[in-house]
């Protein structure tokens, strides 16, 4: 094998930007890349190491001896070493063998910014380079339309590991799933797709969380370029797709980002900042300028590389706060005496700046727990410039009072309707995400109080209330049908509830909620608008309901929604409504196709009866624990 020839792809300008922490594309640059010098076909590695003394290429084609292919280093003081190896092919196996001026210290670590990686437990890179021709033109050119803050959102969070198994034990490969998966999706209406971590990471009750290949997904479900048909077929349906990036944190593994050079590069050197002592695991320095243009760098990748849609921000909150998890004295306080991590906030704000500028279309959603102000506010109006917000607070509230007996919902009513109170602060989404379902919280079907009929009533009037809230909406594969058992990362959904009832209704109220919620502007047009959202009566505590309307641009495209909170209907319940004109019922959460009781008016007339404030009024009947929708 021949040695390392000098070569570099690193212009001047390139060198500029990376230590002013502005090169948003390094993955073209760091690395391993196919190419040619001086007529000769090879590898051209490049690795950011500045307290390496060292840095020699290991792998298959030199049987991992040290010291056979030093890079060199480079003479600015950017701390890049570099340089091309002829004859190194697409799939060989690569690690750097790094000797640090620090105390001697020897660490062989994977390339950060590695295409493609060994399957796990293996955690060798892999040389890789693909010319995929994209065949999702249609969708790129009208994504704008679909992905746009007044469209739809209806998703579904998928772990790709877990979604169905074949063979009993075996998951389905990036290409099973470009074809069950993608049908399954456009089958039940969801308008975008969410997929929990697929970056490679070595351990899989992590769901993918703590991740060691940042550029690289995860091997065991197939190459980097399968993961793009799967990509292109949800497009191909009309389906966006979401992906969960983690700037928050990493592992510790070897051969991972910690302690790279032999010293604290990626991580911050001081463990009151650079620790995470929830998830054991290490966090960035968003001070440093290199890893600020590494972390925005591998968020353009997914978007320009991947086709993504929208990423979704991971453990947000943990990134704010110096106090996270930290009682005093574990933590510092910034040079203004509080709590905020100044450099984080700084670094979302270039991100989020970053990905807007770069590319049409696109969405970040940040999970973001607490009150923090100006989430989805843009930069240059003080906020952080998401376009969207995990409703974590709407979400405990609204699943704490629907696991309460009916019979004491009267006097929790306020946990409903508190949510409207700030639901227009930020643009928020609605989540029943897998988190709901670990941990002895059980799945959503058995929070549910009552017998077997009273638990499915409330599942779907649970999904009616959340697709008729303001907001986008996501749930949690397996919440569809009815999940009965807690989400296992290790075991396929239980499909074959689906063929009972119970399970098939559930199945089709979200498919049927997911049709009104496209067809119907007045759901989406105005869902982080005020305008969008008039409560009819929020505290009748006597019958225990709930009606509000939904609007849209188009007053005719005005929705009703009333929700029947108790297992009692409500025959005769007088209702106030803003027209004369007849309503006509779009959904009824208790139709007898979804193993509902079919209680409910198809039409209602109204009255010149005031009522509700308003000068006329219906005679509706209210099935038992219903959300019914009235247009």
Not at 9 to 20: A, H, Q
Not at 97 to 114: G, L, M, R, V, Y
Not at 480 to 495: R, V
Request: proline share 5%.
């Amino acid at each position: 094998m021949s040695k390392v020839v000098p070569h570099s792809f690193f212009t001047d300008f390139d060198i500029d930007l990376f230590k002013g922490g502005k090169h948003f594309r390094l993955y073209n640059k760091l690395g391993s890349h196919l190419t040619e010098v001086d007529g000769k076909k090879g590898t051209y590695f490049a690795v950011w190491a500045p307290t390496a003394k060292s840095v020699s290429i290991v792998g298959d084609f030199n049987h991992w001896t040290v010291g056979e292919h030093e890079l060199f280093v480079r003479w600015d003081s950017s701390g890049i070493w570099e340089g091309f190896i002829p004859g190194v092919d697409k799939g060989t196996k690569y690690k750097y063998k790094i000797h640090s001026n620090n105390n001697d210290i020897w660490t062989e670590k994977a390339d950060p910014f590695a295409r493609y990686c060994e399957q796990p437990p293996q955690t060798a890179s892999l040389v890789w380079d693909d010319d995929y021709k994209w065949k999702d033109n249609d969708w790129m050119a009208s994504r704008e339309t679909k992905n746009s803050l007044d469209s739809p959102f209806s998703v579904y969070e998928v772990h790709l590991g877990s979604w169905k198994k074949k063979n009993g034990w075996e998951s389905l490969s990036y290409l099973e799933m470009a074809e069950q998966l993608a049908d399954y999706v456009e089958e039940m209406g969801f308008t975008h797709v969410e997929f929990m971590p697929v970056m490679e990471y070595p351990y899989d009750p992590s769901w993918g969380y703590q991740i060691t290949g940042y550029f690289a997904p995860t091997s065991r479900f197939g190459k980097p370029e399968d993961f793009k048909v799967l990509v292109e077929a949800m497009h191909k349906r009309g389906i966006g797709v979401i992906m969960d990036w983690v700037p928050s944190h990493f592992p510790e593994d070897a051969h991972g980002l910690g302690f790279f050079d032999g010293s604290h590069l990626y991580e911050h050197p001081d463990r009151r900042r650079g620790y995470h002592p929830d998830w054991k695991s290490l966090i960035f320095n968003y001070g440093r300028n290199e890893v600020r243009a590494f972390l925005i760098s591998n968020a353009i990748f997914w978007l320009e590389q991947y086709h993504v849609d929208a990423l979704r921000v991971d453990a947000v909150a943990s990134m704010l706060y110096l106090d996270y998890s930290r009682e005093d004295g574990e933590w510092e306080p910034n040079m203004y005496g509080n709590n905020e991590n100044l450099e984080a906030l700084s670094f979302l704000r270039e991100m989020n700046q970053e990905v807007y500028a770069s590319f049409k279309g696109v969405q970040t959603i940040a999970e973001e727990s607490t009150a923090f102000s100006g989430v989805t506010k843009p930069v240059n109006y003080g906020g952080l410039g998401f376009g969207m917000k995990w409703m974590m607070g709407w979400m405990h509230d609204t699943l704490e009072f629907f696991k309460k007996d009916p019979v004491h919902r009267s006097y929790d009513l306020n946990m409903i309707s508190f949510s409207l109170t700030y639901a227009f602060t930020e643009n928020f989404m609605l989540p029943f995400s897998h988190d709901e379902v670990v941990y002895g919280k059980q799945s959503l079907l058995y929070r549910m109080p009552g017998d077997e009929w009273q638990k499915f009533a409330n599942l779907r009037m649970l999904f009616g209330y959340m697709f008729t809230h303001p907001g986008g909406n996501l749930l949690f594969m397996g919440g569809e049908f009815g999940q009965s058992s807690e989400w296992n990362f290790q075991e396929s959904l239980d499909w074959h509830l689906t063929q009972y009832d119970f399970h098939s209704g559930i199945q089709e109220a979200v498919k049927d909620l997911n049709k009104m919620y496209k067809n119907n502007p007045a759901l989406y047009e105005k869902q982080f608008s005020p305008e969008g959202f008039q409560w009819i009566e929020y505290n009748d505590r006597e019958n225990t309901v709930i009606s509000y309307i939904r609007k849209g641009n188009d007053p005719k495209d005005d929705l009703i929604v009333i929700c029947n909170f108790t297992p009692v209907p409500r025959e005769n319940y007088r209702l106030g409504v803003p027209k004369t004109t007849t309503l006509k019922q779009v959904f009824n959460s208790d139709d007898t196709k979804y193993s509902g009781s079919g209680m409910g008016k198809k039409t209602m007339k109204p009255t010149k009866t005031p009522w509700n404030g308003q000068q006329q009024s219906v005679l509706a009947t209210l099935p038992p624990l219903s959300v019914v929708v009235y247009k």
